[in-house]
């Protein structure tokens, strides 16, 4: 009995969330916490590719306007490695046109997120997209 109450949880996913915004990367990572999650941050594209290369996340939050590399060149770049190729990936971004999601799902990206952004809507994204990883779809 004692083991099951000291035992380490296995189960808990990995969320990689990047942004250049520290105060956007603190209450996410708050939040993800808060809900089950284990929580990874980078504050750019070069960053994101080095973490998610080291680390294997389960998930990506992957912000799109940064500097030294966007998301959208991460994105790509992220699909291109064999080591990050099926790692899914969500947009979470202020822009909002359609240019942009059709890109972003074009680029490999399985959910699009505009800032500022429900939590809830947030959470049942995350879920999803990590069930469909599970699934291998």
């Known amino acids: 009995m004692l083991s099951k109450l000291f035992a380490k949880k296995t189960d808990i996913k990995r969320i990689l969330v990047v942004d250049d915004e520290p105060g956007q990367v603190m209450v996410v990572s708050k939040f993800l916490t808060h809900n089950g999650y284990e929580v990874i941050t980078a504050n750019d ?17 992957l912000d799109n306007i940064m500097p030294n590399m966007d998301g959208q060149t ?6 291109a490695s064999e080591k990050t190729e099926c790692i899914p990936v969500i947009m979470v971004t202020a822009l909002s046109s359609e240019e942009n999601i059709a890109s972003a799902q074009k680029g490999g990206a399985v959910e699009y997120v505009v800032k500022p952004f429900d939590y809830t809507v947030l959470l049942e994204k995350i879920a999803k997209a990590l069930k469909s990883k599970r699934n291998g779809a």
């Open 74 to 79: 991460a994105l790509g770049k992220l699909r």
């Open 45 to 61: 594209g070069l960053e994101c590719i080095a973490k998610a290369e080291n680390e294997l996340p389960d998930l990506i939050l």
